[in-house]
């Protein structure tokens, strides 16, 4: 592993080190999720703590890591690796079920007990993210793979962007708002300042904030119910990887149709638009003569 160590620069005493011949024994992995939430491991039997100069600070990286298939490519060939782990404190199942460590950045570096720094091996993003039984399995890649992804646009009637991101430009802004009764994982009632009328927030968003399922997004919101002021019942269309909790804070926002009229009523214009409604589809060429005009 030494060999595939050298070309990669090190920190000075990681470099001493290995000019003495000093081998490797580890390798650690530490994780940012899009909420800012940092999370480390390593393959060794002990927690290892790493700086990896950031603006982060130092890192903790929890124990009994398994590290499989790394693959570490030069030029335009993609690196990647495969990381198990107890479920826990750190990585809960709902979590990583969830989708808060999609796309997270990682940082794969390589350690040895007793010697300061590190040796940078890779890094990319969290691209598949589950749990099986009790342990979570996530697949890092780094921006290599981009290259092997076939890049096209599929036409559709509808927009291609979110409600809210830079594609779309329009400033939405999310509701805070806290559970306050909970029927199943799909149907839960929350309460908020204000008031909204029925159906205010279908095909939206809600991000949990805390609890249980912090970081947990569950899009296309099915239906809302107004309760009057302050108080809403939500219908989702698929269940959450857990049982919210009453108390347990969330961020609620409107959806979009994604139709050229929704798209006017959000921007007062259809210049943000991004689908093809004029477009013929597949339903002019199935189309079969009646014998009339």
């Given at each position: ?20 011949g000093t081998p490797f024994a580890a390798e650690c992995v530490i994780m940012a999720a899009r909420d ?135 400033a939405l802004v999310p509701v805070a708002a806290t559970v306050t009764a909970v029927t199943d994982a ?95 589809g597949t339903e002019q060429l199935l189309q079969y003569p009646d014998g009339t005009a």
């Amino acid at each position: 592993m030494a060999g595939d160590l050298v070309s990669r620069p090190g920190t000075p005493a990681v470099l001493t080190a290995l000019s003495s011949g000093t081998p490797f024994a580890a390798e650690c992995v530490i994780m940012a999720a899009r909420d800012g939430t940092r999370a480390g491991f390593t393959t060794l039997d002990e927690p290892v703590y790493i700086d990896l100069s950031l603006g982060a600070g130092t890192d903790t990286c929890d124990a009994d890591m398994v590290l499989s298939a790394l693959t570490l490519s030069e030029g335009l060939d993609a690196s990647f690796f495969e990381m198990q782990g107890p479920l826990g404190p750190v990585l809960t199942g709902p979590e990583v079920d969830g989708g808060k460590w999609n796309d997270a950045d990682a940082w794969l570096v390589a350690v040895s007990p007793g010697i300061a720094g590190f040796v940078p091996l890779m890094s990319g993003k969290v691209r598949e993210a589950r749990s099986e039984d009790l342990r979570f399995v996530l697949e890092i890649r780094n921006q290599g793979d981009l290259l092997n992804q076939d890049l096209g646009k599929v036409l559709t009637p509808y927009c291609d962007a979110d409600l809210g991101d830079a594609r779309c430009g329009y400033a939405l802004v999310p509701v805070a708002a806290t559970v306050t009764a909970v029927t199943d994982a799909m149907r839960f009632s929350i309460g908020y300042s204000g008031t909204f009328a029925d159906d205010h927030f279908n095909l939206g968003k809600i991000e949990f904030t805390g609890g249980v399922l912090d970081g947990v997004v569950a899009k296309n919101l099915f239906d809302f119910t107004s309760g009057g002021v302050g108080a809403g019942a939500v219908v989702l269309w698929e269940p959450l990887p857990a049982l919210p909790q009453v108390g347990d804070p969330l961020e609620i926002a409107i959806g979009c149709a994604k139709t050229r009229s929704a798209c006017r009523a959000f921007h007062g214009d259809t210049r943000p638009f991004r689908g093809f409604p004029d477009q013929p589809g597949t339903e002019q060429l199935l189309q079969y003569p009646d014998g009339t005009a």
